[in-house]
């Protein structure tokens, strides 16, 4: 495991040096899908696709985009892996048609029955859509507690721990059967709670702000204080059903009324990183993999209760659902949308939210590929509309 953030040239001189028989490689964002195809290309134009035969896995890819658009382009052997265990019997049958054994053959490729939509490229946007969805533009605006924006630190753990979304945890991060969540989900995750109290491992800080905003079309507008416009976000529009955009949820510009747009960016600190970093080095895989998917689904627990906050700062807090379970399926008065998510793909627009938060001031920088480091930060726009809510829009409608 050579870690994250690889050049194509390390992973390279690594499977030469180690004689691998396979390179395996793992994207969680759509950028890293693309950095991927690049990477096969570089293969093949080295003359090394023959040797080394390729397995992807990871959240922004999809079997048909591995088995179908890039084995296309691949001169070797590309196989997507749903999970390392898929990734384990994939080994085995690779090795095995490597080294001759009679009968051994690969999986057959997955092919796609409905044609690709780019997932890199929004769609352009037709002339027919209309200007706007059906979505009321009469809804009472919010007045927020101050403008411009709020540096908040040393958050302790106690204060939104709860907010931690177990199932995520222990199925999605840690990969426990429901069998074993008594005996172990629960048990080592107060075990690394304790941990992470008494080692002090977070730095917990969040910045948050409260712009005043107009639409115009598909733009959310972010306006000085004397009017005028301070910067822009362009978000696709649904091609069908309701035509929803993310913009429709303003005030429009024509309406010569302001509102108003929450922006977040939450960090669990670096403290966190360096540790997980030295559970890795010395090998401990199970701890790094249990403390890492801890402090990550951390970061989005400490997103939504903050989430929680600006509803009661805004006076929208009256409709909170009273479980917690709840909250995550998000029966509450508007939505957080974090940028990358299907209502506002371009992650591009990260550096106009880092422009207005400066979250270096909590240290959290936005990299050239529009990642936030920390790896545990998240960023979102927080909507306070009533009809606000998850939807698909543009190229994924
Ligand atoms: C938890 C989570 C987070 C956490 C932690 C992220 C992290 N670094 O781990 C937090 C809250 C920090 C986060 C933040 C963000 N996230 Co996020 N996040 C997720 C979520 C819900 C789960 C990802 C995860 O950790 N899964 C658990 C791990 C273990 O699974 P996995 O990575 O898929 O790997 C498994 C398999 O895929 C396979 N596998 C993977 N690789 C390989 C390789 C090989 C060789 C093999 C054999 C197998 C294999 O095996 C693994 C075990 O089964 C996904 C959605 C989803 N359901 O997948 C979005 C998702 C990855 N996030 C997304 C986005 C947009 C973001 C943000 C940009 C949002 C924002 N604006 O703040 C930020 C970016 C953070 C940053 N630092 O810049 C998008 C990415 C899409 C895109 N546009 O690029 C996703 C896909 C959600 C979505 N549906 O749009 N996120």
Redesign the pocket.
Known sequence: NLGIKQPVSAILEAAEEHRADVI???G????STVIMKENLEELNGRGLASKFPV??????LTRAYVEQDLHEIYQGEVRY????F??LRLMDALVAVKRGVPGAVLPELKQRRVKAVSVTEPAPRPAELPARSDVAVDNPVPIPPFWGTRVVKGIQLKEYASWLDEN?LFK??W?LKRSLLETEGHPRLRMWLDRIRTDNLLEAAVVHGYFPCVSKGDDLIILNEDGGERTRFTFPRQSRGRYLCLADFFRPEESGETDVVGLQVVTMGNRIGEETAKLFAADSYRDYLELH?LS??L??AL?EYWHARVRAELGIAADDPKQLDGMFRTEYQGCRY?????AC?N?ED?AKIAELLRPERIGVQLSEEF???P??????IVVHHPEAGYFNAGGRA
Do not use: F, N, W
């Open positions: 395996g490689m793992s969680l964002l759509v950028k397995i992807l896995g990871g959240a922004a892996a749903r999970d390392a898929e990734g995520a999605g991060q990969g998917g990550v689904q970061a989005e997103a974090s940028l990358g998510y299907p793909p992650l990260r990642q936030l480091h790896e545990q930060s998240t960023d979102a």
